[in-house]
């Protein structure tokens, strides 16, 4: 079984900061690859970042690199996404998504998550 609940989203005016956290049940957290999705009003679900199972190795969508920074606790069984710079477009529910087997490199695929939290709001302000 693999859960996971996100968390620290809010509203923020741009150019300040946010960090979301995605808490993850169960003993094997530290063998799956972590992402997060975000997906906007009218928008379809997108790829923001992503983390190795082993954590050797993050990957970024083009639009959030230099301004977010995905992390991982394993000890703590979470995931964290640190944004700064946040713009008006960053405006999303975001969500933690963790790969459907074990091991793994930082997909950006969708397709590669097998497990989804409910989402977190993230409202960015101008």
């Known amino acids: 079984q693999v859960q996971l609940v996100e968390s620290g989203g809010g509203l923020v005016q741009a150019g300040g900061s946010l960090r979301l956290s995605c808490a993850v049940s169960g003993r094997t957290f530290g063998s799956y690859a972590m992402g997060w999705f975000r997906q906007a009003p009218g928008q379809e679900r997108e790829f923001v970042a992503a983390?190795?199972?082993?954590?050797?190795?993050?990957n970024y969508a083009d639009s959030v690199k230099g301004r977010f920074t995905i992390s991982r606790d394993n000890t703590k069984g979470t995931v964290y996404l640190q944004m700064n710079s946040l713009k008006p477009e960053d405006t999303a529910v975001y969500y933690c998504?963790?790969?459907?087997?074990?091991?793994?490199?930082?997909?950006?695929?969708?397709?590669?998550?097998?497990?989804w939290g409910q989402g977190t709001q993230v409202t960015v302000s101008s």
């Open positions: 998504a963790a790969r459907s087997s074990s091991g793994g490199y930082a997909s950006n695929q969708q397709k590669d998550y097998g497990y």
């Open positions: 983390i190795r199972w082993n954590g050797a190795w993050t």
